[in-house]
């Protein structure tokens, strides 16, 4: 056996690989780091599934009644229209449909829906402008099937003669009545002012909510190989999820990804010689030798272009032993590197920390790419901090500042194969999330977190502070759930909880904060 590093290592079982390089790719194409979701991907094409559900689209229909001023009702639809613009938001209005674009009389409903649903709306805005016409908000609501958004704006003083022009609120109150009857979940945003702050954020907190419905709806989890034996914690009621959340489990042989990979090797295309130089100028590699490196570069192509052609949401791998036994590495960096593309791929076979994982990343509306962690250690000195590890998996997009990212050995189980990452994440305001199954129930637990100081290890971590930990060590030792987390930078626990309002199947399990300090995410700002 030749020393690690060198072209081969017999065992393995394959023949020497040549050092595959790119000096004809001009160095601007080779972007520094990559960063989520931006033309420098990759992937040659990009994921036409993770592109188009970035995109969040708003049905706007301002509601309105006959009895109260119509002029003034229109003046607000105009100001909460042009609100809209001003934040970037994608939406289609009813304009043309009706004599005003807002909508009162049930004989416009027909034509109103069938118009939302040709535009390909993921998501409904039904601001009441006046009092607003309950019955047909609701019914709107229930015909749509889509995520609903119920606010109005604050009424002024009355009129010196006394009279008042829309009494909003009251209306409010009625039209969230009966979408309540007719079983139709809703979010809300409090009777408040156009320029109130808690407005602007509700709408757009609304947005994520939608993307995580969108995502929901249509996850395919792609699972290359089979459980382990030994991983018992990972099994999954593959039955059950396509049953009561209608989620679908692609099965992948992984020996077709193994042909793959030796057709690209055997044969290197333009986007493995790319690849390889790529990942050259993102790590220093450690104890790989040209052939692993290049094997790395093929498992990224290979999956990545499995994800296409089958629509896949995210990938649960099996990770060893075959890709150590038939190209000498550990999958590792290849999944950071196609998760930083928008497809998550999720170490040890496991299909719900896959979904956690495509549902987090869903609620920064596909902007943040998640990491896939191990609840690993508590901090030696923070009672409530805790160490948030796995072996070399993390996006590399996350390296945190100043440091150099590492690609090498399994620090548990060092020997001649490597692809292991090596680099700390940077901190911030973290969510942190496990979906399981529980009997014949489907839970998502999920709280949040911000980075904090802590010893350096090895593989790819980063050190979080709850507020309690003992809060996440109880429900996760008398809960369904295992030490295997999803984790995306940002704060959307409050995002993820009102989500589960409108996924049938899925019960919401706050963590920390609890369930009514999530909600006053919507109320106040």
Not at 49 to 71: A, D, N, T, Y
Not at 426 to 444: C, E, K, P, Q, Y
């Amino acid at each position: 056996m030749q020393p690690r590093g060198g072209m081969t290592v017999p065992r393995f079982g394959r023949p020497p690989i040549p050092c595959l390089t790119a000096p004809h790719l001009p160095q601007e194409e080779v972007p520094g780091i990559l960063v989520a979701n931006s033309p420098a991907t990759l992937s040659r094409k990009g994921l036409a599934m993770i592109r188009g559900l970035q995109s969040v689209r708003l049905g706007f229909v301002p509601i309105s009644k006959f009895v109260f001023s119509q002029e003034d009702a229109a003046r607000y639809k105009a100001l909460v229209q042009e609100r809209l613009g001003a934040l970037g938001v994608d939406f289609v209005s009813i304009d043309g449909l009706t004599s005003d674009g807002m909508l009162y009389l049930e004989k416009d409903l027909p034509g109103v829906v069938a118009h939302l649903r040709a535009h390909d709306v993921d998501a409904v805005f039904c601001p009441h402008c006046n009092f607003g016409t309950e019955d047909v908000a609701a019914k709107l609501g229930r015909e749509m099937g889509l995520p609903y958004l119920l606010w109005g704006p604050r009424d002024e003083m009355p009129l010196p003669d006394g009279t008042r022009l829309r009494d909003t609120q009251c209306g409010l109150f009625a039209t969230s009545k009966i979408l309540r009857q007719m079983n139709v979940p809703f979010t809300y945003i409090p009777n408040c002012r156009m320029d109130d702050p808690v407005l602007d954020r509700g709408i757009l907190s609304f947005l994520q909510v939608a993307s995580v419905v969108k995502t929901a709806r249509k996850l395919r989890i792609g699972q290359v190989g089979q459980r382990n034996d030994f991983f018992w914690t990972v099994m999954v009621n593959e039955t059950g999820l396509l049953e009561k959340l209608g989620i679908e489990v692609y099965q992948v042989y992984i020996s077709d990804i193994v042909e793959r990979m030796r057709e690209l090797l055997a044969d290197p295309t333009d986007e493995l010689l790319f690849v390889v130089q790529f990942m050259h100028q993102q790590v220093t590699f450690e104890s790989l030798g040209p052939d692993q490196i290049n094997a790395i570069a093929a498992l990224k192509i290979a999956l990545g272009e499995v994800a296409e052609r089958h629509g896949l949401s995210a990938i649960a791998l099996q990770c060893f032993p075959v890709m150590q036994k038939e190209f000498g590495i550990y999958p590792c960096y290849a999944h950071s590197l196609l998760t930083v593309e928008g497809v998550p791929v999720i170490c040890e076979s496991d299909v719900c920390g896959a979904i956690a994982a495509i549902l987090l990343q869903a609620a920064t509306l596909h902007e943040n790419p998640p990491f896939f962690a191990d609840l690993t250690n508590r901090h030696p000195e923070n009672d409530n901090a805790e160490l948030l590890w796995h072996c070399g998996s993390f996006p590399i997009s996350l390296a945190d500042e100043g440091v150099r990212p590492k690609v090498g050995e399994h620090f548990i189980m060092p020997g001649a194969e490597a692809g292991v990452g090596h680099w700390r994440v940077r901190g911030g305001d973290v969510t942190i999330a496990r979906f399981a199954s529980d009997g014949d129930r489907f839970l998502l637990g999920f709280g949040q977190a911000k980075g904090t100081s802590g010893p350096s290890t090895v593989g790819t971590y980063l050190w979080v502070e709850m507020n309690d930990w003992l809060q996440w060590e109880r429900a996760f030792i008398r809960g369904p759930y295992i030490h295997h987390v999803a984790v995306v930078h940002g704060a959307v626990a409050a995002v993820l909880q009102e989500a589960c309002r409108y996924i049938p199947g899925m019960q919401a399990d706050p963590i920390d904060p609890g369930a009514e300090a999530l909600e006053e995410h919507w109320w106040r700002v």
